[in-house]
Every structure is written in C-alpha cells, then in structure tokens.
C-alpha cells in the first residue's frame, strides 16, 4: 500500500512538472500579451477616461481588476486546449491509464490551470504601479491579504475550469 501511495504521489508530480514545462516554454509570450493587455487597459482608464468625467482613482481599480480577469481568461484558454484535446490527440486519455486515480488526474489539471492562470498575472500589480507611477495610489493596498484573494481565486479559477 505504501509504495502504491509512493508512486502515485510520484506520477502525480511528474504529470505537473510535464504540463508546466510544456507552458514554460510559451511563458515569455503569455507574459508579454498579459502585459500589453494590462497596459493598455490600465493606460486607457488613467488618461482617457478621466478627460470624460470619470474619476481619477479609476485606474487602481482597473490594475486590480486586471489580476483576475487575466486568471480567468488564461484558465479559459487552457479549458479551450482541454476540449480540443478530447477531439484531437486525446492526451487526457494516456494520463487516465496511468497507476493514478481517476480523482487525481483532475485535481493535477485544475492545480496546473492555477498555477498558469498565476504565472502571468502575479507581475501586473507591480508592473502596473511602475509603468504608471504616479497615477496608480496603492495606499490601500494590503500584501497579505492580496496574496491570500489571489491564491484562493486562482485555486477556484482552476477547479472550474
């Protein structure tokens, strides 16, 4: 029983390791749109929108809320390759016939989607803050407790994808 514990736990991290090597190597490029995206989005409601009446301070709220729309969206995007994946190569197929339970081969695909939803998109905050100085006012801002909403939001983007 304990080797099998062993070995599961074993193939498990394999299987993790495998999925974020293969996103690894597009990281640069995933990282580049997410920044383009949160530039332009961050820059049009910090210099735009204001010149229309909308308050200044609408930018913070803008980069804030640019962290969980590029989770959501990068966690799509990997929801759109798994259903692609049924119909194409049909990789899920080979993970469900390793010694692994079912249960696990889906809890490393949700952990996998958290983990590349986080990547991207844990430098927009400070990114942001430095591309747009002194239009961004992060002294609200409390570290601890972004960091917990953040896991927690990428863990729940994961598992319903």
Not at 20 to 47: A, E, H, P, Q
Not at 108 to 132: C, D, E, N, T
């Amino acid at each position: 029983m304990n080797v099998y514990k062993n070995n599961s736990i074993k193939i498990f991290c394999l299987l993790l390791w495998r999925d974020l090597r293969v996103f690894l190597k597009d990281y640069r490029d995933c990282l580049l749109n997410s920044l383009i995206w949160m530039t332009t989005s961050v820059g049009v409601s910090c210099y735009l929108l204001p010149m229309f009446g909308m308050t200044t301070t609408f930018g913070t709220f803008i980069l804030a809320s640019s962290v969980g729309s590029l989770s959501f969206f990068e966690v799509m995007h990997s929801t759109g390759f798994f259903v692609s994946d049924l119909e194409g190569n049909n990789q899920i197929s080979y993970d469900l016939t390793l010694p692994l339970a079912q249960r696990f081969v889906f809890l490393q695909k949700a952990l996998v989607w958290s983990i590349r939803a986080m990547l991207p998109s844990i430098v927009v905050v400070p990114i942001g803050k430095i591309v747009f100085w002194n239009k961004i006012d992060l002294s609200q801002f409390v570290f601890y407790k972004f960091m917990l909403i953040f896991f927690i939001a990428n863990l729940m983007f994961g598992f319903i994808g």
